[in-house]
């Protein structure tokens, strides 16, 4: 497969063009209600001031730990939570805070895949009736008829058409979440936004579903936002890769400059953290690092830089001064004041005290 | 948690509000609108003109609907007159009016029946949840055999029959079959405790059995599920001894869930076991309930549902503080 | 079983009257410290008798690591929860079949008195669960959760299983362990949790560590904490080691030996060196293909195995792998449908169970396989 090559070809001619998403400033805080008379007293600030583009044709993957509020911002970019400020352009147009009605002919383009191949899927309804209620929900009706349309869905996604009438506990969890990519798919979308779309499956078949993602974004010229955990996954299908820490990206890039030279420190650590599956690494892992303690609150994350209450290259400035997302080399972006494979953003600046105990393992 | 306490005792105090002004409304200012005269009601039928206008007047009824309701809050705070014309009768707070039949002060005739009711509702509640829990737990450690079996068709008899049922046959076996008890009217305890157990046993028993079915299909049902968690699991890794894991670990959590449904019950069942202290014609706050509405007797009414609605909103507060004590995990904010 | 060095004077052995168990002896049968053999684990059910585990054999060392690979339904965790002796514990008419041998220091676990194996629980053999949220009881502190493991197993009063408490928590780098023995799992992290939980496994000095899938619930970061923690405390105290994962990333990181399980049975065990460098196995060759490496880019379609594992009610007949195997047909006359593989030696203790002849698969893996990983 020629993935890569054909994102490749197709980069200067997306570049020209317009974005298909774009997103500025996006931000969503949850409030916390306290007290006598539920006053809010602070909010879970998931998502805290983000920006990127989604290429069209391209596939963007969105990495982080668990509250770094990498689903957060699929449900905002899908407009399933409305944002607490910041824009959300689909297709130059602003569609951060259109409700209802003005989402619904949106809906047909946005399309979403959960992680649970089980509690997505009413029970109760047969396949047929699940693929089929996007073009119900549009009042859409397809060419040759919905029974029809269906059932080349299903075989689209490699299901057995014959299985219209079934319901969903006669599947499997990888045959299901097929289900949930058919009804995903049943509008022709232009983006999919897919929220661990493979976490809850069996190694043999999350394979068997990332090949099919794959398949369908050449067959039908999809755009993919996918959202995962794992750093494996996300190397295999993203084209490009924005990495989140406590509601910031703090570094966006291609995956190979990503996995290849890495600047913040955080993606160094998260990078390294991973297993290795190979016997004969285990001796020589050089440069591993071992991160100590846990990610913060969201709630009141560190002032500055996010990371510098776990970072080894901390600095003074770390503390006070937030570092932009900017590109020290150009196409890749990173957020931070003193990036790994780049010139220091502040060089000279006295070391935070404490600052190398961070670490709790490095081997050179 | 003090905050908590303060918030929620203000819900209180807004529920009872509330309930007291649609009661009010319902009571008082129905029968206006109907045509029906409140004064009517308490006079009866023979009287005349005059004397109707000096109960209007004595009672209040001729005053505006808001104002009347008024008077009756402050009765209840600070007590209040009734100005009878020639004579003034003080009605001391907290005062609930008096009854349109009987004439007698609501309030002292609810204190007089609470005992009865209080008696026959925490005697049966020790009982059915003693007997429930235990039955559940033991069921659902049998599971699958002829004692579960046996237990739950039990269960789902005492859940299905009518409470007027068993009260009618719970006599015929212990009274009038084995011979074991007699059937007595309410004794009160202070007089005579012997026959005060003597008078409730059965309507216990048939309370009992009716609420305990309940809790044993609901303990059976918990416990099942508890015992699949993860931390039972874990428990008998850590080599404990089976009674230790269900005793220590899977019964605790298996009561949070009964202690819910036994506050709700509790306070439900104090607010007037009507249909026991029929079936055993005992003199409770059901009774006079009943007694009341058939009666037209507003004062009454209006007394009772307003301690029965007191009785179940703090017995929902005392379930949720129960709560936070049983599970760690419920922060009281 | 070893003395616990920490645990202050009243800390002793076990509370009940158990053989004795002399420290460091071998077994008198077998020379490994834990030896399954023909292990079978068959639960009734209305549908069908379910073969989680039909017929399997390993053997473990003491300080060496164990990993079972395999994907849901292989019968991985069943077969640890067996050697724990936990599928005799609970309801008796839900509990499975067992047979075959679980023989822990010299001594068949299958055969032994139920109450004597609970003794062993906890103590010489312990275990660490996936969810430390939902494996420890949300009502009890964690130090009262562990001070009850160690109580169990020792005749000591409460003050010093929790100074013994502490010292685990302690140990297992969890800051502040003074306060942090009272709080309560639901509030601690998740890291934090499985720290507590591995604490509470190792605080009676186990023997045998079995660690069902003991970093899947927890972030990448925190997982090489984990990681990171078991080995040491593996390499500290000289545990035998059970690692049951799904991910080839864990074993290849933590594991001396893998066995691969798959439909109830063992298809491929081996040294770590040999199952990913030499695997033998197509569905061995299949998990390799259908991962996606962290460590190189790949600009290849993943190989996935195609279908979806057996069901245990109704597995297929002959190689339970067949219908998914692109190799059945292979092997002449449908012998791949007809009988079972035998799990077979090559000599290096490598072993494997397809009908396919071994340079057959050699080749295979070398010139079809291995080149597009």
Known sequence: MTKKDTAAADAPEAAAGEPLLKVTGLVKHFPINKGLLRRQVAAVKAVDGIDFDVRRGETLGVVGESGCGKSTMGRLITRLLEPTGGTVEFEGRDITHLGVAGMRPLRRDVQMIFQDPYGS????????????????????????????????????????????????????????????????????????????????LDVSIQAQVVNLLDDLQEELGLTYVIIAHDLSVIRHVSDRIAVMYLGKIVELTDRTSLYESPM???????????????????????????????????????????????????????????????????????ACHHPENAPDQAPGDPALPGAADALAAVTP | MLVYLIRRLFNVAATLLVVSVVTFGIFFAVPKITGSDPALMYAGRETNETALAGIRVKMGFDKPISEQYLTFVKGIFVGRDYDGGTETTHCEAPCFGYSFKTEAPVWETMVDRMPVTLSLALGAAVIWVLAGVATGVVSALKRRTAVDRTVMVGALAGVSLPIFFTGMVAPAIFVYSLGWLDVSNYKPLTEDPGAWLNSLILPWITLAFLFAATYARITRATMLEVLGEDYIRTARAKGLKEGVVIRKHALRSTLTPIVTMFGLDLGGLLGGAVLTETTFNFQGLGTAAVAAIGQGDLPVIMGVTLLAALFVVMANLIVDLLYAVIDPRVRLT | MTENPTAGSGGSAATTAGPAFVPEQAGPRSGAFLSVRDLKVHFPTDDGLVKSVDGLSFELERGKTLGIVGESGSGKSVTSLAIMGLHRTGNARSRPHISGEVVLDGEDLVKADADHVRTLRGRKMAMVFQDPLSAMHPYYTVGKQIVEAYLTHHDTDKKAARKRAVEMLDRVGIPEPHRRVDAYPHEFSGGMRQRAMIAMALVNNPELLIADEPTTALDVTVQAQILDLIRDLQREFGSAVIMITHDLGVVAEMADDILVMYGGRCVERGTAEKVFYEPRHPYTWGLLGSMPRIDREQTERLIPVKGSPPSLINIPSGCAFNPRCPYADVPEGGITRTRRPELTEDGSGHWSACHMAQEERTRIWTEEIAPKL
């Open chain 1, 264 to 334: 913040h420190p955080y993606t160094k650590a998260l990078l390294s953290a991973v297993p290795v599956p190979d016997p004969r690494r285990r001796g020589a892992k050089s440069g591993r690092i071992l991160l100590k303690g846990d990610v913060p609150s969201p709630i009141s994350p560190p002032s500055g830089c996010r990371f510098h209450t776990r970072c080894w290259k901390a600095t003074q400035i770390c503390t006070v001064k937030e570092p932009p997302l900017a590109s020290p080399v150009a196409g890749h972006q990173v």
């Open chain 1, 121 to 200: 899927l009413n029970p109760r309804h047969t396949v047929g009736t699940i693929v089929s209620a996007p073009f119900r929900l549009q009042g859409v009706e397809p060419e040759g008829g919905l029974k029809a349309e269906v059932q080349r869905l299903l075989s689209l996604v490699g299901l057995n058409p014959e299985h219209y009438n079934r319901y969903p506990h006669e599947f499997s969890g990888g045959q299901r979440q097929r289900i949930g990519i058919a009804r995903a798919l049943a509008l022709k979308p232009k983006l999919v936004v897919a929220d661990e779309p493979v976490s809850a």
